[in-house]
């Protein structure tokens, strides 16, 4: 009841699907454009601050954060980072605009992992606990470290990723 109360009332003007869960002390914001497919979990004290479009079958664990790179100007000649425009004010027209990450379908990110706005981390990726991801993030790849970088491939037998993309209806299916 209580992830129906915030999908419809406190997020309204987002466009989550069904089968969203949320953890406690969970804040979802974005300037313009938050969309969450279906089946999608956010653990407790994690923060969406940009705007995203998410998969289907995505988790994060507790304590992620998805937040932008230009969230104030900070390089407005005579005005102290803390008194800037930042990028929630309406007047705000300095860089990070119109930047979107994008988190494909059936995603893992590990626990007090933070991404940047404006990567795409590809299906079927798992982000590691802990990192911090500033690039893209390439389909079925396992991510990890400050800065995230790849560890190694999700599946170890392509034969196994092969089946997994068919059996999913993956749009990789035959390009990996």
């Not at 790179?69 to 980072?81: A, C, F, L, S």
């Not at 590809?122 to 970088?149: F, M």
Request: glycine share 12%; net charge positive; hydrophobic share 40%.
């Amino acid at each position: 009841m209580r992830d129906l109360l915030l999908r419809k009332v406190l997020y309204r003007r987002y466009d989550i699907a069904e089968g969203f869960h949320a953890g406690l002390r969970v804040r979802i914001w974005g300037r313009q454009k938050v969309v969450i497919g279906r089946n999608f979990y956010i653990g407790r004290d994690s923060f969406i601050e940009a705007d995203v479009v998410i998969g289907n079958n995505v988790m994060f664990g507790n304590r992620v954060a998805i937040i932008g790179r230009y969230d104030h100007h900070y390089q407005k000649p005579g005005v102290p980072i803390r008194l800037a425009e930042q990028i929630r004010d309406p007047a705000y027209n300095w860089k990070g605009l119109g930047m979107v990450t994008v988190i494909e379908d059936d995603v893992w990110i590990g626990y007090g992992s933070t991404v940047l706005c404006g990567v795409n981390i590809g299906e079927g990726s798992i982000i590691g606990a802990g990192s911090l991801v500033t690039k893209d993030v390439e389909p079925y790849s396992i991510y990890a470290g400050v800065p995230a970088r790849k560890v190694r491939s999700r599946f170890d037998d392509p034969l196994d990723l092969q089946t997994h993309l068919k059996l999913v209806q993956s749009k990789y299916y035959g390009k990996l």
